[in-house]
Structures are given as C-alpha cells and as structure tokens.
C-alpha cells in the first residue's frame, strides 16, 4: 500500500504531465524538497503503474504524455489544475481529515493542449494565437493575446491576457476557447501595464439600510463588520466578480431587502471599473 506522501507526489506527477505536457525530476524537487534520487524513483515507479502514459525525450529533458495516456490519479477537470495553482495544497491528510461534502457544480470541458499552451505563454511571456467563442459572438474569433494570470471568479475560471484586437486587456472563459492555440514569439507586453490588474480598490459593504435593526445587526455579526462595514480589497479588473460573489447588485433598485441583504456604499468610487465589455 502507497504512504499518502507517496500517493500525492504520483497525483503531481501525473498533474503536471497531462496538463503542462512535461514533468521531470526538477518538479518533484521544488515541490516536495526531495532528493533527486527519490524523484527519480517516484517517475520511475509511476511509469511501472502505467507504462504507457510517459515517454522520456531527451530533447525535453524531462517525460510527456503519450497519445494513450490514462488518467489514474488525476481527475481530468481543469480545475483541479488550477486550484493546484492557487493554493498548492490539493490534498489533505486524509488520517485527520473531518467529514464534509461540496456542491455538485457543472464542469467546464477545457481541454489539456489549451491550458499547456497558456501555461507556456505566460511562463515565457509569449504571444498567442487562438480560436474564442463567446454568447455575442458565437462563431470562432481568431485573435491574438497575451496572457498573465489565471484568475477564479467563483463558478469559473478566466484568463486575464492583452488582446490585440481590441488593444486592452480582457477576460476570457477557459472553456471558450477552441482548437489548439499556437504559441508565437516573445512579447515586452506584460501584467506590468494592465492597469486595471495593479489598481486596488476597497469595496465598502454595509446591510441594506431597508432592514429593520435587528437583521442588520445579524448581517454585521455574520461578516465581523467593523462600525457597521465590510471592506473587501479587490483588482478594480475583478471588482466586478467579487460583487457578484457577494450578491449585491447595484443596478436593480427593486430586489427586495431580504434578498439583497448588503449594498455597495461606495459606488462611485467603484462604477467606473464596473461593466465594462467583457470578451
């Protein structure tokens, strides 16, 4: 039977080599502070579990996933690659791991030869030819971008990149982007100039003055609020998000109380970062 260590640093193997297409024993070093012998034999063992899913090329330093590659550590949905991301820390000590469960939300099918080609983009500061659909505009756009950060809103995931159609910076839904992208030459643009991406802004949350006293005080007590307030530090890019994660809508004046539970007290301070086309 694995240990649960030797169990996770197979789950990263498998990770990393399906969705950045390469892993070597240099992944396994920084990620766990082994030795390199230890990595080694972790690749080693995990290609004696599955023969057929990695292939050394000595051109890559390093193994990629062949054509017939089967998933038996990872799950497949892209987000548990970019939960990885944020928090690396995907799995827990099971031996004291407390009973809970999560909701059932809907997947978001992006396939593993778009995120290596982003991954790329971004480590390598490089431009990138894609295919993007969107509800406006349901037919394949070619474009062009440069991507810098994956970013979670919630229930998805975007990728914040400068796209040179519009000449902005933009979000864009993983799982509407189509085909393979192609990865082009390097680029000076960068998150540096993506204002929008370096301005903070405090969102100030207060109840909704509608309620009586009593459910006010349950809502302060409910977020800590400090002098009746919530101050929430956001990207002004991704102000927008977080008002939706919060439920509070600043343009329907007729939601009821009850339902709306807190506002925005600082609007205008807010609103000029707030709707903006998205792609």
């Known amino acids: 039977m694995l240990s649960i260590n030797q169990d996770k640093r197979l789950w990263f193997i498998e990770l990393i080599a399906w969705w950045e297409g390469r892993i070597s024993s240099s992944h396994l070093i920084r990620q766990f502070g082994i030795s390199r012998t230890q990595a080694q034999n972790d690749i080693t063992h995990y290609q004696s579990l599955l023969p057929d899913n990695l292939q050394y090329h000595a051109s890559h330093k390093g193994f990629l996933p062949q054509q017939g590659f089967v998933q038996a550590y990872i799950c497949g949905d892209v987000v548990e690659y970019l939960n990885w991301i944020s928090h690396q820390d995907a799995i827990a000590d099971i031996s004291t791991a407390l009973p809970y469960t999560t909701l059932a939300l809907p997947k978001r099918q992006v396939s593993a030869d778009i995120i290596r080609v982003l991954v790329s983009a971004i480590r390598q500061q490089r431009r990138v030819e894609v295919d993007y659909v969107s509800v406006s505009n349901p037919d394949r756009q070619?474009?062009?971008?440069?991507?810098?950060?994956?970013?979670?809103?919630?229930?998805?995931?975007?990728?914040?990149?400068?796209?040179?159609?519009?000449?902005?910076?933009r979000d864009f839904v993983l799982s509407r982007f189509r085909g393979v992208p192609d990865?082009?030459?390097?680029?000076?643009?960068?998150?540096?100039?993506?204002?929008?991406?370096?301005?903070?802004?405090?969102?100030?949350?207060?109840?909704?003055?509608?309620?009586?006293?009593?459910?006010?005080?349950?809502?302060?007590?409910?977020?800590?609020?400090?002098?009746?307030?919530?101050?929430?530090?956001?990207?002004?890019?991704?102000?927008?998000?977080?008002?939706?994660?919060?439920?509070?809508?600043?343009?329907?004046?007729?939601?009821?109380?009850?339902?709306?539970?807190?506002?925005?007290?600082?609007?205008?301070?807010?609103?000029?970062?707030?709707?903006?086309?998205?792609?």
């Open 142 to 169: 070619g474009r062009i971008i440069v991507p810098h950060h994956f970013v979670s809103t919630g229930l998805r995931w975007h990728l914040r990149a400068f796209c040179e159609k519009s000449q902005q910076y």
């Open 183 to 279: 990865l082009l030459n390097k680029t000076s643009i960068s998150a540096a100039q993506d204002s929008g991406w370096h301005t903070q802004l405090s969102l100030i949350f207060t109840p909704d003055p509608r309620l009586s006293p009593a459910q006010q005080d349950v809502l302060a007590h409910d977020y800590q609020m400090q002098h009746g307030q919530l101050t929430l530090q956001t990207r002004a890019c991704l102000a927008q998000y977080l008002l939706q994660e919060m439920q509070v809508n600043i343009r329907d004046i007729n939601i009821s109380p009850e339902a709306q539970q807190l506002v925005l007290s600082n609007v205008d301070a807010v609103k000029p970062w707030l709707f903006e086309e998205k792609s």
